[in-house]
């Protein structure tokens, strides 16, 4: 059975336009951030500009707009858009509807110009964001809900207005927003305007004359240097680049900041209390003894092995590897090997820059941070796509090597792609001698996850309610992707959600109603019983007048009350140990 066929992203912005219509949204604003989110997700494909602007009908050499764009939006990878947001806030019956059709408008730009796994990866994963993200959200009143981010320059509308009411106009900009596809076009020499102009707006051509300033187009055929690529330690321009600067900065500048050193047994510990992953437990306590050892023949004068302390981590998202990561961090200072012990945690954008030659020096600054430390550079594959990013892994090989003694790289990603990296380069798979693998959670260590994620909360949700999750997770398919211990956070938070909704009529709940979770809130209560029968395990045709009531134990759905022979029993962890 063959999968649904991706559209094209002309078809897929037709379609969200629809949808929008039919949700009474302004069509305009979802082109336009439905256009803007194409352009995050296919930021790093060669040859995705030009492909970009050919299907929104606009000179391909206009490639400034292309990037603009694509940095005003690298949100919206990781979190539902502005209208599907308020959509949700709304409880609208169309919130599905258009998060699917943002679904499709991520998954064809994966397809934009030549992309690599690294692309591919990073649709997906949008897709899955904004599709998740079409489930309506409770609101304390059915009034229209406000967009996020009140108070500053909206990059749509403002407002959702109440179901079956008036549309308001979008108010004209003038240019003001910055993140305008019409302007920034218009502004590259494209004689177009990306939405349909209202007709108070002046011409961004005529403002310019009148300013007596024309900027030039970017020159065909160099890729324009993106927005938030700044360098590390160079001032953002503006607000906005501020908004949209990698997070990498600031999570250095946290990690760097000195703390109390901690025993090799506290933190073996808390690698011990983690749920699941005892393959990799069990390789981190192998790695420690032997670095341990390697230390004290060291000190007694012995000859030093050569031994690589670097490590790859293979596996899905959600299932540890930042968190171990940092433990090996602090391992590795408790043994005296490294003098900080902190993590610094990149991705291919903190490495690469706009032009060739930038990236070396860019990638040169962000090892200079992690000096004392780990270097953490996840979904590494993406570097193995183009000539940028072979100039990040060269920079890379050469930093590890001048740096061996006070630098350890830990690179992670998919088994397939990752090999791709590890081939890139003869250095690489030399100095990757340990490979780490993170299996997916089973469904009972899923379910301890989830508990404690309520827990730390101050949540508590019932045997029924936790059977019910238990469900939901054996009903997801462990493909590449699963977002694991992330799946089991973005239930966790609807169920919140739903519970607050399920008390708006309840002035003084008490103390139990406002920490359990039922099994309505892990599901939507209005499509519970659908849900669930769906949940179900299949009976034989032969055997249906003996099934047994839904939710009753049988040979092939264990009672919630029995764990897999499988499920290692280890205490719950937090999402932040697992996400």
Do not use: C
């Amino acid at each position: 059975m063959t999968g649904p066929v991706t559209p094209s992203l002309a078809a897929a912005l037709d379609a969200l336009d629809a949808v929008a219509h039919a949700a009474g949204v302004d069509e305009e604003a979802a082109r336009d951030e439905g256009a803007r989110l194409a352009a995050a997700v296919a930021e790093s494909s060669p040859g995705a500009p030009a492909a970009w602007l050919a299907a929104l009908g606009h000179d391909p050499a206009a490639t400034g707009a292309f990037f603009t764009a694509a940095s005003s939006a690298r949100r919206w990878r990781t979190s539902p858009t502005d209208v599907l947001a308020a959509l949700g806030a709304a409880r609208s019956k169309h919130a599905a509807a258009y998060g699917r059709a943002l679904a499709d408008v991520a998954r064809a730009a994966g397809r934009l110009g030549s992309p690599g796994p690294h692309v591919a990866g990073a649709a997906a994963a949008t897709a899955a964001v904004q599709q998740s993200g079409g489930a309506p959200a409770p609101a304390p009143a059915p009034a229209p809900a406000a967009f996020p981010g009140a108070g500053r320059a909206p990059s749509g509308p403002t407002a959702l207005p109440a179901a079956g009411g008036p549309v308001a106009a979008r108010p004209a900009t003038g240019g003001a927003d910055p993140f305008d596809l019409g302007d920034l076009l218009a502004a590259q020499g494209s004689l177009d305007a990306l939405r349909r102009t209202a007709p108070e707006v002046p011409s961004v051509e005529s403002i310019l004359d009148a300013l007596g300033a024309r900027p030039t187009a970017a020159p065909s055929g160099t890729p324009a240097a993106p927005s938030g690529t700044t360098p590390v330690g160079a001032p953002a321009g503006g607000a906005d680049a501020t908004a949209t600067q990698p997070a990498a900065t600031t999570t250095t500048e946290a990690a760097v900041e000195e703390e109390a050193p901690r025993s090799i047994e506290e933190l073996l510990a808390e690698l011990d209390a983690l749920t699941g992953l005892t393959r990799v437990k069990d390789e981190i306590h192998r790695q420690t003894e032997l670095l341990r050892v390697e230390k004290l023949r060291t000190e007694a004068g012995l000859t030093r092995p050569t031994l690589t302390r670097h490590l790859v981590f293979l596996g899905n998202p959600g299932t540890g590897k930042t968190t171990v990561a940092r433990l090996v961090a602090g391992i590795y200072r408790a043994l005296g090997l490294l003098e900080k012990g902190h993590l610094v945690e990149v991705d291919r954008s903190e490495l690469v820059a706009g032009y060739l030659g930038q990236t070396a020096v860019k990638t040169s600054e962000v090892v200079a941070t992690a000096l004392g430390g780990v270097l953490f550079v996840d979904e590494a594959y993406g570097l193995a796509e183009d000539q940028y990013g072979a100039e990040a892994i060269n920079t890379l090989v050469k930093d590890m090597e001048d740096h061996r003694d006070e630098l350890v790289v830990i690179v992670a990603g998919y088994p397939g792609p990752m090999a791709d990296f590890l081939a890139t380069n003869p250095g690489l798979e030399s100095r990757f001698s340990t490979t780490i693998t993170f299996e997916d959670y089973a469904d009972a260590e899923l379910r301890d996850i989830f508990a404690g994620m309520a827990a730390k909360s101050d949540f508590e949700p019932t045997p029924e309610a936790l059977d019910v999750f238990a469900r939901l997770a054996a009903a997801q398919p462990r493909t590449e992707g699963f977002g694991n211990a992330r799946w089991a956070r973005n239930v966790l938070d609807a169920a919140i959600a739903r519970h607050a909704w399920r008390l708006k009529d309840t002035e003084a709940p008490t103390i139990d109603e406002l920490r359990l979770l039922l099994p309505v809130d892990v599901v939507d209560g209005e499509g519970a019983l659908a849900l669930l029968a769906t949940l179900d395990p299949p009976v034989a045709d032969d055997t249906q007048d003996d099934a047994p009531t839904p939710g009753a134990p049988t040979d092939d759905a264990p009672s919630s009350d029995v764990a897999s022979d499988d499920a290692p029993e280890t205490a719950p962890s937090t999402a932040e140990e697992n996400a």
